[in-house]
Structure formats: structure tokens, C-alpha cells
């Protein structure tokens, strides 16, 4: 690691120059990353010093009852979560994340259209956040898509905020954390647009998931998968950030994203392997998603040419007809110094088991931790 943080250093103490012009330098207080049973670590096995804040995923919403619960098969393993993270660094913080990306999002829009409904929701997640030792809850409802289910969505924000401030104070203890994985802009595809007073007033921060800009499901071209500045298709980290702050929503309440996987195309031409080129579908895995891990596996195995564009801030590789578009540890630094200069409240991974060694979270902490020294000074 050391040839690899000298290597950063330098890169920072160009790349700070510009703080320096900065009035006031916000240390940034959320180092976090998600993980799930199935992810290929286990809970102990996490590098929690590299983290301030972990996020166990994820519970799932009973649409029969409106009632947050957990998996048998997952029973176990979450409750000990907490405890066992702690075993490496015991001042970092666990959520409990519900919902994801694979969750029943018509089940998320009909208990939050309803006060009664809401409210089993919020009473069930606060229980069981207590009963297995959390330190804080998050939403990750994908998405709200109508101007109703957003409105429902702000509703539900603001009573949970009520009754976790009424939980609190009845048992003596610290208020539960609150936070929300979010669409990496305010405004939805669908044109539904985020209740971000709401928001504001009623979480601790957003995850603001600014990743999955391309992929062989869903694109016509190949691309970068969590650009930070706009590739040209108006798309990117930093679109999303300005237009959220733009929105209403506080700097230091959104924490920016980073993807440890990429997304894998095979290119209709091996020659054409720039940004936007043709593909005839996704390389490697069913749906394309690699893991930085193994993406590191195979651009050793295949002497895979890495590139990375220094523009918008991406990284890929190709070798033959397979293309990668992932971040690696130029981009991670470099997002971690924007958000230092945006005055974020951090960052985010998912998931922390797809690093390799840990070398994408090291890079995360040591660039921030420079941030922060620089800022004292």
C-alpha cells in the first residue's frame, strides 16, 4: 500500500492547490459502505477501521402487514452484526438498510400512501433496529416514480423522524440515525421530482447512488458507470450533487456514491473500445456486474488494457471484445476530493466486498484523511 498512497499523495497535493481558495474546508464525517450476507465476506471479515458508518442489507418490507422484518435465513447474522463489525473498530456506527434494489417497490408506494400503513412501517423499523443493536435505519426504496408515491415518500420521512425523536426521548437513548439510498439526482427519470424539504428536515443524509449510468441491460452504447463530470449525455456525479444542493437539499447531507464493480460489455468491435461504442450485450456475467476483485483478476489474467479518462473522472479496460467501465483508485481519490471541495458529508461504497485487499476503501480514507489534515492547517 505504501507505493500506492505515495502515489496519491502526490496526485493530492496538486489536487488540493485549489482548496486552498477555498473560505471554510468542511471535514467530511461519513466514511460508509454497504454489505449483505451473500456478498462474499463475512461481517467480522470487514476492514470496519476503514469506515465510519456500515450499512447491513437489507430487510424487507412485509406487503401484508406494513411491517419491516428480517429473513429467517438472515435473523442471525444481522443481529450479530453490529457486535462483530465492532470487533475491529468499535466506534464505527451500523445502519440497518430495507428495501434495495431487488425489493417489491408497489409494496414500498401502498404502505406509504396510507397513515395507518406508515406507521407499522416506522414503528416495526425502529423495534427492530433496537431489539438488534443498530445504530440507525436507512430507506432504500428503488424508486418512487409518480408525484404521489414522492409526496407519500415525504410523509413517511417526516413521521419517521417524529416518532424516532419520540423513541428516543422515551428511553433515554440516542435518536436512531436516518438516512436513504436515493436516485443520484432530485429529478427521476419518470419526471418525478424528490421531496427534498421534506428530506432535509427529516434525514441525517442521502446516499445519493451516482453509479449505474451504463449498462449492457439498459444502454445503447458502452460508457462510464459512475462518471463524475458529464460524459456528454448529461449524466453524471456531479450533475446530480449541484441539482440536489440546487434543490434544496444542504451540501453537507448528501454523501456521494462509489461503485466497487463495474459493468462488463462485449463490444460488437474489438477495435471500436472508447466511450459510446456498440455492444452486442453484457461479458462475463449474466448481467455484466464484475467486482473490482475480480476485475483486477482479469486484467492480469488477460493483459487487459486499462484506461483511465482523467475528463469525467472513469476507468475502463478491454481486452478482445470484452469491455469494463468500474472505478479504481485515481477515480476514488479524485471523488473524494470533490466532495471535500462541494463541503458532502462523505461517501459511500457499494459493497464493500467487491474491493480488492481493501485498496479502493484505503484509498478513500488516506485521500480524505489528507483532506481533513489540510483543512486543520
Known amino acids: 500500500m505504501a507505493s500506492s498512497n505515495n502515489h496519491i499523495l502526490l496526485f493530492l497535493f496538486f489536487s488540493f492547490l485549489s482548496l486552498l481558495q477555498i473560505n471554510s474546508c468542511m471535514a467530511q464525517n461519513v466514511k460508509g459502505g454497504y454489505w449483505f450476507p451473500n456478498s462474499g465476506i463475512t461481517a467480522s471479515n470487514i476492514n470496519s477501521t476503514l469506515f465510519t458508518h456500515l450499512f447491513c442489507a437489507f430487510a424487507d418490507l412485509d406487503a401484508s402487514t406494513n411491517q419491516v422484518v428480517i429473513s429467517s435465513t438472515n435473523a442471525q447474522t444481522f443481529a450479530a452484526f453490529t457486535s462483530d463489525v465492532q470487533q475491529k473498530n468499535p466506534s464505527v456506527e451500523t445502519l440497518l438498510s430495507i428495501g434495495g434494489g431487488s425489493s417489491n417497490a408497489t409494496a414500498f408506494a401502498a404502505m406509504a400512501s396510507q397513515s395507518s400503513s406508515r406507521k407499522s412501517f416506522i414503528d416495526s423499523s425502529i423495534a427492530l433496529a433496537r431489539s438488534n443493536g443498530f445504530h440507525g435505519l436507512d430507506l432504500d426504496w428503488e424508486y418512487p416514480d409518480t408525484d404521489e408515491k414522492m409526496t407519500s415518500l415525504g410523509l413517511l420521512l417526516q413521521e419517521w423522524r417524529t416518532m424516532a425523536a419520540a423513541e428516543a426521548a422515551s428511553s433515554g437513548k440516542d435518536a436512531l440515525l436516518l438516512s436513504a439510498a436515493v436516485y443520484y439526482s432530485p429529478h427521476y427519470w419518470s419526471h418525478a421530482d424528490y421531496p427534498v424539504t421534506a428530506m432535509a428536515a427529516s434525514l441525517d443524509w442521502i446516499n445519493a447512488m451516482s453509479y449505474d449510468f451504463f449498462g449492457p441491460g439498459w444502454s445503447s452504447t458502452t460508457g462510464p458507470l459512475a462518471a463524475l463530470y458529464d460524459p456528454g449525455n448529461g449524466i453524471s456525479g456531479d450533475i446530480g450533487v449541484r441539482a440536489w444542493i440546487q434543490a434544496g437539499m444542504p451540501a453537507e447531507q448528501i454523501v456521494l456514491g462509489f461503485p466497487f464493480y463495474g459493468h462488463a460489455f462485449v463490444l460488437s468491435n474489438a477495435n471500436d473500445h472508447s466511450y459510446f461504442a456498440p455492444f452486442t450485450g453484457p461479458a462475463i456475467s449474466s448481467d455484466g456486474t464484475i467486482v473490482y476483485n475480480n476485475i483486477k483478476k482479469y486484467i492480469s489474467q488477460n493483459s487487459a488494457t486499462t484506461v ?30 470533490y466532495a471535500g471541495e462541494k463541503g458532502l458529508k462523505g461517501y459511500f461504497a457499494w459493497h464493500v466486498a467487491g474491493d480488492d485487499d481493501w485498496v479502493l476503501s484505503q484509498t478513500g480514507e488516506f485521500t480524505r484523511f489528507v483532506l481533513y489534515t489540510i483543512c486543520k492547517v
Not at 310 to 328: E, H, L, M
Open 308 to 337: 483511465y479518462n482523467s475528463t469525467v473522472v472513469s476507468a475502463y479496460c478491454y481486452s478482445g471484445t470484452t469491455w469494463i467501465s468500474y472505478d479504481d483508485t485515481q477515480t476514488i481519490s479524485t471523488k473524494v476530493v
